[in-house]
């Protein structure tokens, strides 16, 4: 399994080397920095020099490599490397340079739990942080009683969860948050829609609460009512290791008893009657070589009650453009020339509204042409109270052995962020 | 290092004062700068007894740090590491369990042989311990201990303690006791052993599904490995474990649902009901395409095996090619397994959106991917009938638009459609020859010219444009010279009376002045037979060559059913045998060194010996880089000619006609083995010469005399210096 855990920076540097097994060296890390770091040409996230395989992650300039020189598991070992950013998130906020550099004695006792002899153990985040502080702890101070229930939790079958949690008010609160995936062609046809749904809990319950959750899923519905006429149907759902699986797939109840805090309940995916919230019309005319005239439609396709906000649309321009003028009813727009594209930002708009951006983009001609993609216009938003699959909560129960009452707010959140997108050419290089 | 370190012996014996402090804090601060430098490679070795002397404490984190040094440094310093040993036993009788865990984790991690006997009494009590926490650290601790040393093992009778550990009532522990007695199933198998040190039997599956529903997300993993290793009785057997380890789908951790599935192809096979069998397969689907939400590394490896599973299974995924459309940010990686993907789910149905998004990639900014998207708009062409002029449309659109390398592989995916469609598009030919002067490469000139010569007594003006390849014969590729000659023939056997001279004089430039054999071969073969018998040369050039089809799977029926047992792993993500890449055929580095050290007596002997085995086997290692490099470029692709790597070697060798156009273009002799079908390939580089199915084939005299492909040779050649050169 893996052999070997490395952090670099972005000059190839090594932050963190941790070898868990002796089939390495550590001069290992030059390799990777010589055939990684400093390639400018790299086309693979795994490359295998001989018999030792490199998989590596980027996140802000770091890079997360984990070093093999077996037959390993490549999908366990790329989500070991996302995992490991999750924790480090967790713990110290954001994952860079900096924060390793800071950090690195807990990252050593990190890494040095969560792996043991190249095997992943343990790597939830709320266990791990009874044990694992950024305060040093005495084991004096701890008695053993205390280490032996951490270590019970560690290991169990709700590793979890801890049995004596305790909450004045129980309380629960669930977010949906759905992600819009659009391809839409300038003719306005759907390439591809989809929906990936988050399901965010936070749970403040007390004791070891046993929780049912309901959604107008269109196959529970189907079986149990007649005329389910708004449920949804979800092409996938995938669970947080509380939820049981079991017996999900034998009669698609969603039941779990709930890590302590946040976390991520499940995950699903629609395609089918994805709602769009922003509809784009472009009208991109390229004028000759010299300028380019931009029409960009935006309108709002939901109930008048409900608003768009943080919308931010990006407009690419040729690479040669020397200067854009652009004219906007709401929002501010402004030409961005380091990333050519022109940026057009509207804190909010309401439901049923519908904006125009005219843009005239001045090129300047250049003698040798580059090509340009022609990308295609990226769209950025989120608009609560609104869900793209039309997904709805429908129960939470909460049981547990004293009965307590328990309170629940459920939040939905539809929202885009690159991946929403319009292409603004019926034919690229049609001239 | 980019820092200008202070004078060594002055830092280090800054620190060991420190080490020294009568302060706590400051002891403590002394470590973390030892472990600082240790990270930084410098060396710090030399401080072993001052951090040793800060062991006992109560301080968890402070131990846990010189712990991490005693890892690093014990090998180095075996005797101080004796001092140790005293501490570590007492640790394990902590009434802390996480002190005992930690113990006997870092005590497996010290590989020392002197402190080993130390380790076996503490590790047996560990292992009966009655915190679940200890009994699983314990359990790998057995691996660790088998790696260093398996006499050991065996003799304390760990073995038959981890065997029992299986019923365990934790989750935690099973797992990790399978994934223990798993690891030393491999490491013996490695050494040679012939006796299962870990059979899976009935027994056990029942208890691994017991514990499946119950455990962590890596320890599902392990526990799926094992259930793939067990074969089941018979096919009520293999549905129960199928029926179980299906709602392992809906985990969110991807490796557990690739697992999963990997288990269900597995025991697929021992099941004889139908609809079971498809119910199965369309539970697989939804979590597959879900994958494609995943980091892009993870959805790159999910990619790969969807191609795998493809092709053992082409209905898996009927419905659902728009999810594979590539987004305009993706990563190019993951954009080639899309496009490879995206064809082989195209069907009559979903060709026309499948068009317009190849199109569009076509018209990218990143010319390789824009060439694989051109390549893919032929592949479509070959595969689906209905949508061939559709595809040749879109292709003549792309042409017109006149960037050099569009226009070239538009050209070689052309001649792959005339392949296949023979005499249907001939109308594109005017629009082809049109483009000749902006052809550079010769794969796009070779295509060209063989559709020239294929169509020679269509095209009125053929002489000339043979013509001008013939005036610049000496200075064309040898694949464009193997082309233009047989073209001319080609041109010559259909209108004798125009060509005479032409042939004449190519015949006479190829045996003449050429210094590739192959092309002298060639022209003598042609020469032989147009004076000997015009009749049997045209039955041999013109033959009727059977047409191409798209293969269904890129790896031998044998092969794709062994990588399928091993998906996610990265034979599967490679498309190749565990052995190619993975040094168990080779000699490791370790043995190396023990048996270095067996063999000469002399230190200095050792060494030299020691270095020169290092550096033969970088050299080996990056011979093998060399075979991964075309692979990880340029993933098998459907008609690329992808071929089977069986060996290194031949891996090596086949790399490099892979890239080579010569495979596509050798259809003198109307030949089997041609370009776009690339079932199994020949390992024999002659393979792409091969009289294949010709009546009239006179064989014998000409075979021996062609030599191996002269270009495969010095790309690998070259391939190689390069790479010897960084080290």
């Keep these: ?431 | 290092m980019s820092m200008r370190a202070p004078p060594r012996k002055g830092e280090n014996f800054e620190l060991a004062a420190d080490l020294n402090s009568e302060y706590k804090e400051k002891r403590k601060d002394a470590i973390k700068r030892v472990i600082a430098n240790m990270t930084v490679q410098k060396d710090v070795s030399g401080l072993f007894p001052d951090v040793l002397k800060n062991m006992q404490t109560d301080d968890l984190e402070q131990k846990k740090l010189v712990y991490l040094y005693l890892m690093n440094y014990a090998k180095t310093q075996p005797e101080l590491v004796i001092l140790a040993v005293n501490t570590f036993v007492k640790d394990t009788d902590d009434p802390n369990p996480l002190v005992r865990a930690l113990a006997i984790r870092t005590m497996g991690c010290l590989r020392a042989e002197k402190i080993i006997d130390y380790l076996c009494d503490p590790l047996q009590k560990c292992l009966k311990d009655d915190n679940p926490y200890v009994r699983k650290t314990a359990a790998l601790c057995v691996a660790k201990l088998y790696d260093l040393k398996p006499e050991l093992v065996i003799e304390n009778g760990f073995l038959e303690q981890l065997r029992d550990m299986i019923a365990d009532s934790n989750p935690m522990v099973v797992a990790n006791t399978v994934e223990a007695l798993s690891d030393i199933h491999i490491a013996a198998v490695a050494s040679g052993a012939t006796k299962d040190t870990f059979v899976v039997t009935t027994d056990i599956v029942n208890k691994l599904l017991v514990a499946l529903n119950e455990c962590s997300e890596w320890g599902r993993v392990a526990i799926l490995n094992a259930l793939s290793r067990y074969t089941a009785e018979d096919a009520g057997e293999s549905e129960h474990i199928c029926e179980r380890v299906v709602p392992q789908f809906q985990h969110a951790n991807a490796s557990v649902v690739l697992t999963a599935i990997k288990v269900i192809m597995i025991h697929m096979r021992g099941i004889n009901s139908e609809s079971l069998t498809k119910t199965l397969i369309r539970k697989m689907a939804p979590p597959l395409v879900t994958l494609l939400s995943n980091p892009p590394e993870v959805q790159w490896v999910a990619l790969r095996n969807i191609n795998l599973l493809l092709q053992k299974r082409p209905d898996i995924l009927t419905n659902e090619m728009r999810v594979f459309f590539c987004k305009y940010n993706d990563p190019l990686y993951v954009k080639v397994e899309k496009l490879d993907i995206m064809v082989r789910l195209a069907t009559e149905h979903n060709v026309d959106p499948l068009l317009s998004e190849l199109k569009e990639y076509a018209q990218e900014v990143d010319v390789d991917f824009v060439r694989r998207s051109i390549k893919a708009i032929g592949q479509t062409a070959i595969k689906i009938d209905e949508a061939a002029e559709r595809c040749v449309n879109v292709l003549l659109e792309l042409i017109g638009t006149r960037v050099s390398y569009v226009v070239q592989e538009a050209v070689v995916v052309m001649k792959d459609i005339f392949r296949k469609y023979p005499s249907t598009y001939e109308g594109v030919i005017p629009t082809l020859c049109a483009n000749l002067d902006e052809l550079d490469e010769p794969e796009a000139k070779a295509s060209l010219i063989w559709i020239i010569g294929e169509y020679a007594k269509k095209i009125d003006n053929a002489d000339e444009l043979l013509g001008i390849f013939v005036d610049t014969f000496t200075e064309e590729s040898y694949p464009v010279q193997l082309q233009t000659l047989t073209a001319v023939v080609k041109l010559y056997l259909q209108k004798p009376e125009s060509s005479q001279g032409l042939v004449q004089k190519v015949l006479n430039t190829a045996t003449k002045d050429c210094d590739s054999p192959d092309v002298r071969d060639r022209a003598y073969i042609y020469w032989r037979l147009l004076s000997t018998d015009p009749g049997a040369a045209k039955a041999v050039v013109l033959a009727v060559r059977p047409p191409i089809t798209l293969p269904r799977t890129t790896v031998s029926p044998a092969l794709l059913e062994e990588l399928l047992g091993e998906i996610p792993l990265l034979a599967s993500v490679y498309h190749k045998p565990a052995e190619t890449f993975v040094g168990r055929g080779r000699i490791g580095a370790d043995s190396m060194q023990r048996k270095g050290t067996d063999l000469a007596d002399d230190r200095l002997a050792t060494q030299k010996a020691l270095q020169t085995v290092a550096a033969g086997q970088q050299a080996e290692n990056l011979l093998d880089f060399d075979d991964d490099v075309p692979n990880d470029g340029q993933p098998s692709g459907l008609a690329a000619t992808t071929v089977l790597a069986s060996t290194p070697a031949a891996a090596n060798l086949l790399a490099g006609t892979s890239s080579n156009p010569l495979d596509d273009l050798v259809s003198i002799f109307g030949s089997a083995s041609l370009g776009a079908t690339s079932s199994p390939a020949p390992a024999n580089p002659m393979g792409g010469f091969g009289f294949g199915t010709s009546p009239l084939a006179p064989a014998p005299a000409v075979t021996p005399v062609l030599s191996p492909q002269p270009p495969a040779q010095p790309q690998a050649q070259s391939g190689q210096d390069d790479l010897l050169g960084l080290f």
């Design chain 1, 1 to 431: 399994m893996i052999s070997a855990f490395f952090i670099f920076n972005q000059k190839g540097e090594v932050l963190i080397s941790r070898l868990y097994r002796t089939d390495l060296k550590r001069s290992i890390a030059d390799v990777f920095r010589i055939q990684v770091v400093s390639n400018s040409d790299v086309r693979s996230p795994i490359i295998t020099l001989g018999s030792t395989s490199f998989f590596h992650v980027r996140i802000n300039n770091l890079y997360i490599v984990a070093v093999t020189k077996c037959n390993a598991n490549a999908a366990l070992v790329f989500e070991f490397c996302y995992r490991f950013i999750s924790i480090a998130k967790s713990y110290f906020g954001k994952v860079d340079e900096e924060a390793v550099k800071n950090n690195f004695v807990l990252i050593y006792e990190l890494i040095d739990e969560i792996i043991d002899f190249g095997y992943p153990q343990n790597s939830e985040t709320d266990t791990l942080k009874t044990y694992i502080t950024t305060e040093s702890i005495v084991s004096a101070n701890i008695a053993a009683e205390e280490s032996s229930k951490i270590t019970t939790q560690a290991t169990g079958s709700t590793n979890w969860r801890r049995g004596d949690v305790k909450y004045k008010k129980n309380e629960a609160f669930v977010d949906v948050v759905e992600t819009v995936n659009l391809s839409m062609s300038a003719k306005g046809t759907v390439l591809r829609a989809d929906v990936d749904g988050h399901i965010l809990m936070r749970a403040y319950l007390s004791g070891t609460p046993e929780c049912k959750f309901g959604l107008n899923d269109k196959l529970v519905i189907d079986k149990n009512e007649r005329g389910g006429g708004d449920a949804v149907e979800l092409d996938d759902c995938r669970f947080h290791q509380c939820v049981r699986l079991d017996e999900f797939d034998s009669t698609r109840t969603i039941s779990f008893v709930p890590p302590d805090g946040e976390f991520e309940l499940m995950r699903y995916r629609s395609t089918s009657n994805v709602k769009l919230p922003l509809r784009v019309i472009p009208t991109v005319n390229e004028i000759g070589t010299s300028a380019v005239s931009y029409a960009i439609t935006v309108k709002t396709n939901f109930n008048n009650k409900l608003s768009a906000t943080n919308v931010v649309v990006r407009i690419p321009t040729p690479l040669n453009t020397t200067n854009v003028d652009c004219k906007v009813p709401i929002g501010k727009a402004k030409y961005v020339p380091a990333e050519n594209v022109v940026v057009w930002k509207i804190p909010r708009i309401q439901g049923g509204q519908e904006v125009t951006f005219q843009g005239h983009a001045s090129l300047t001609s250049t003698t040798n042409r580059q090509v340009w993609a022609r990308p295609p216009i990226d769209v950025d938003f989120q608009v609560l109270m609104f869900t793209s699959s039309g997904l709805i909560v429908r129960f939470l129960k909460v049981f547990e052995k004293s009965n307590y009452h328990s309170v629940k707010w459920v939040r939905y959140l539809t929202k885009a962020s690159g991946s929403y997108q319009i292409r603004p050419y019926e034919n690229r290089r049609s001239t």
